[in-house]
């Protein structure tokens, strides 16, 4: 172990402190930079540097700096990939230390407006048997070059730093996992209790409604089931949201949709209806996404609306899309020859046995249905 090296009692403890400060609570970038600056200060290097590795660990994919003063980073321009002499702790991650780091043969220079560096002190942070990162050191301040016990006490800093940064990866990894589980357990109290009171009071207004003797009554009464079952549908669709980990048909339509947001200018309203992961086969649902996108952009260049609504459903053997928008109405024969693009949306059911309608209601509004036997 490198710490075996390090005789003086001082400069040990000075390394246990350093150690012990690595397992504070912190962020990951909060973490690299604190590395950094605990190994200038444990050296008394005048600069340090951290570059983390790409994933194919033949790069330096960020490169974090301490020492400049303010400005100079901006005046270097971009930040070193890991030629020369940086490199060379990629190709071969020994430590490295040296008096002159311009004399090395492997030395790539300097860029305009970076300043004078001389001595020079590299070493490998490993994150278990993975090279993570190198700590780079550079002019130490008050002799021409770094020690061997500078060596050490980095080289036992950049063991912890390791450890460290596993350890935070792992933190992150349980939090993460932590807010999955909420959201499974929210998911499950709204689909336990709040759908079943939603469907009970629906229940409930239906049987009002049949025994209702006035006829404007009962067709209000039949319309606000008809809202509770809209909600129940929006919330089977927050339910699906909440417990999905980004996968599959729903997933990929959700994510379509919320990147369509900007295209049209408001919040369109989604809402799915039946086993659509387990049914939909991926041709199909490759076809559903570009039809909802196609309708979706055509709402954003022709329908002038303020309003729209997806909604997926799987029954009987069908997946039916259906987009409806509160626009100003299109008629669909002129509409094709219009550039909207329902040729294409036609061609895309036809091509799956299915079917394309399109429904415009006097007073505004479009309605699109996409319908396509299941397993094609």
Not at 235 to 244: A, D, T
């Amino acid at each position: 172990m490198p710490y075996h090296s390090i005789e003086d009692p001082a400069k040990l403890r000075r390394v246990l402190e350093a150690v012990l400060l690595l397992e504070q609570d912190l962020e990951l970038p909060a973490l690299l930079r604190h590395i950094i600056d605990e190994a200038r200060s444990m050296t008394g290097a005048r600069y340090g540097a951290l570059g983390v590795l790409n994933d194919d660990r033949t790069a330096l994919a960020e490169f974090l700096t301490i020492g400049f003063d303010e400005g100079v980073e901006d005046r270097i321009g971009a930040r070193p990939t890991g030629q020369g002499v940086l490199g060379l702790l990629i190709v071969d991650p020994k430590p490295l230390r040296l008096a002159d780091l311009g004399s090395h043969p492997d030395s790539f220079g300097f860029p305009p407006n970076h300043p004078p560096m001389t001595s020079f002190l590299g070493v490998s942070i490993k994150v278990r048997d993975e090279i993570y990162g190198n700590l780079y050191l550079t002019d130490k301040i008050g002799r021409s070059e770094f020690t061997r016990d500078d060596q050490a006490l980095v080289e036992v800093l950049a063991l912890s730093a390791g450890i460290a940064i596993e350890n935070t990866r792992l933190h992150q990894r349980v939090a993460t996992a932590a807010v999955f589980e909420d959201r499974a357990r929210l998911a499950r109290d709204l689909h336990d209790t709040v759908i079943q009171r939603l469907y009970a009071v629906g229940l409930s207004l239906q049987s009002i409604a049949g025994a209702a003797a006035a006829p404007e009554l009962a067709e209000r009464l039949e319309r606000a089931v008809s809202d509770i079952d809209d909600t129940i549908r929006q919330v089977r669709s927050s339910i699906f949201e909440l417990g999905s980990e980004e996968s599959g048909v729903r997933a990929s339509i959700l994510s379509l949709v919320r990147e369509l947001k900007p295209v049209v200018g408001f919040e369109i309203l989604v809402s799915f209806d039946g086993p659509i992961d387990t049914t939909v086969s991926d041709e199909t649902g490759e076809q559903l996404l570009a039809t909802i996108r196609e309708a979706v952009t055509n709402i954003a260049r022709h329908a002038h609306a303020s309003e729209a609504n997806v909604t997926l459903s799987v029954t009987d053997g069908q997946c039916c899309l259906r987009v409806v928008d509160n626009g100003r109405g299109v008629d669909e024969t002129g509409a094709s020859e219009g550039g909207l693009g329902l040729a294409n949306l036609r061609r895309r059911a036809e091509n799956l046995d299915g079917r394309l309608s399109i429904e415009s209601s006097p007073s505004g509004g479009t309605s699109l249905t996409w319908q396509v036997p299941i397993g094609q």
